[in-house]
């Protein structure tokens, strides 16, 4: 596995672990602020939507002239900050609001981070390659959903959205090392 694949890997892995906190605790949150099923489903219908139509008109713009790392950087650092964000929620009609915007978030990292990840794997094991890409989140994220439990059940919703928010910030960091790297590339076939 190269070095662009690993940090590729490592930050996206970090953001699933800190993404994946919540999951179906969404449920959970949503009647501590007073939300009842009906704005569970368009909690979720609502990101789904978003993320849909975001993930198709982000996956046209990286394929012109816009920068592939930069796209991807916007959507972990608008994931981090709207994480942040559920702190302030007090209300579904907030929430409705906050999942668009994670919905954003995620269609600017998504298919961004896909095209980088086919654009540099080794096409001798790209099945390998693709297994690791498509089967360590769901594990990862396993893991992150018992440990957010674990913290809502031991602390708080409040302990918890500080710990995803902050998971998010270290693989949003992380991951920004794609841009030195795309740089650093950029820089040498100038000279």
């Known amino acids: ?105 995620w269609a600017f990292a998504t298919p961004t981070w896909s095209a980088l990840y086919a654009r540099h794997i080794d096409r001798k094991h790209d099945g390998s390659a693709y297994g690791f890409a498509d089967g360590l989140p769901p594990i990862i994220t396993a893991c992150a959903i018992l440990i957010g439990g674990l913290i809502i059940n031991y602390f708080s919703f409040k302990t918890l959205f500080l710990l995803m928010g902050s998971i998010q910030l270290i693989a949003t960091v992380y991951q920004a090392k794609i841009l030195w790297m795309e740089k650093k590339k950029v820089y040498k076939k100038r000279r």
């Open 1 to 105: 596995m190269n070095k662009f694949i690993r940090v590729l890997m490592t930050g996206s892995l970090l953001w699933y672990l800190g993404e994946g906190m919540l999951g179906p605790l969404l449920a959970v949150f949503t009647e501590h602020i007073g939300g009842d099923i009906l704005q569970i489903s368009w909690a979720w219908a609502t990101y789904l939507l978003v993320t849909g139509v975001m993930i198709i008109i982000v996956g046209k713009i990286s394929d012109g002239r816009a920068s592939k790392e930069r796209l991807m950087m916007i959507g972990y650092v608008l994931n981090t900050i709207l994480t942040f964000c559920y702190l302030l929620v007090s209300a579904p009609w907030q929430l409705f609001i906050l999942q668009a915007g994670l919905g954003i978030a």
